[in-house]
Nanobody, 121 residues
């Protein structure tokens, strides 16, 4: 079984920074794309940033220039450095990873449990 465990959320003032981490553990053969999504109250879950195993990244327009996604393939861990945070960044942030299943011979999408990020003065 595979688990994604997030950490690093919390309360921060506007203009502040936070760093989220997400570690994948369990029966892992290979991880393709890892990413962060967020869901604010009353809104749908949206993409924040993704990164491939080769290091190619993609960002939502709303976070470009402020957030940086990175990963440590040896540790099966993805990070999200969030700078210049705004109140509109307040949401539950979810980690996602596409992991190869030897049993099913296909990529399976896994989700973490979510971590709350609140930006408020």
């Amino acid at each position: 079984q595979v688990q994604l465990v997030e950490s690093g959320g919390g309360l921060v003032q506007p203009g502040g920074s936070l760093r989220l981490s997400c570690a994948a553990s369990g029966s892992i053969f290979s991880i393709h794309v890892m990413g962060w999504y967020r869901q604010a109250p009353g809104k749908e879950r949206e993409l924040v940033a993704t990164i491939t195993s080769g290091g190619s990244t993609d960002y939502a327009d709303s976070v470009k220039g402020r957030f940086t996604i990175s990963r440590d393939n040896a540790k099966n861990t993805v990070y999200l450095q969030m700078n210049s945070l705004k109140p509109e960044d307040t949401a539950v942030y979810y980690c996602n990873a596409e992991i190869w299943s030897l049993y099913r011979s296909s990529w399976i999408s896994y989700w973490g449990q979510g971590t709350q990020v609140t930006v408020s003065s």
